[in-house]
């Protein structure tokens, strides 16, 4: 498969991309900074820049042809402002949305965030990044061309990863390894029949594989 990420330099997107290219598949990862492209190429994945802030859809769009599926997981980061949530976290995501739909690539997979709600209450920075998030969902889901799935981890840690977690739509809260996280995205791009699931995931007593096929009711 030819899998492309939004935010590829990202915690998670590295793990994820290091796994994809462990099986043989095609990892492209986006990035903003060409001087992350070593990172992404010693991961096994082939480094794209481009800024989703100031790209356009047809210029997403030719990254994302070709692909299988297209995963969104970019961010702002923690000491970024409350501007950069609402251009990166909310109108990136909603972006790479349109691109994925005019590129005609189904499977849509996004790192969101357990809270994430656009109509948080709270004038704090974390505050308006749950709205972003929440907004952000809200479009993805809208868009009936896409065969999305929305995986909100619990308090990302860099704990060794377990392979074993809690997936549900509601897990209550508690915090998971990035490498599970990144594992659950795999197993989530290889199961569509996650297509139109929002899902929490903490770390639990569930091999990734088995939860991932619970909750598609397989």
Known sequence: MRIVIAGGHGQIALRLERLLAARGD??????????????????????????????????TAQVLRGADAAVFAAGAGPNSGTARKDTVDRDAAVLFAEAAEAAGVRRFLVVSSMGADPDH???????????????????????????????????????????????????GRGPIPRDDVAATLLELLDT??????????????VPVTVAVKDVAGN
Not at 196 to 203: F, K, Q, V
Request: glycine letters at 10%; a negative charge.
């Open 26 to 59: 095609e990892a492209v990862g986006i990035i903003r900074n060409p001087q992350q492209s070593q990172d992404l190429t010693d991961a096994g994945a082939e480094p794209v820049v481009l800024d989703l802030e100031s790209a356009t859809v047809e210029q």
């Open 121 to 171: 209450p709270g004038d704090e920075v974390f505050d308006v990044y749950l709205r972003a998030k929440g907004a952000a969902d809200a479009a993805v889901r809208s868009r009936t061309a896409l065969d999305w799935t929305i995986l909100r981890p619990g308090m990302l840690t860099d704990d060794a990863g377990t392979g074993q977690v809690l997936l549900a739509a509601s897990t």
């Open 192 to 205: 569509p029949a996650t297509a139109g699931l929002t899902l929490e995931a903490i770390s639990g007593s």
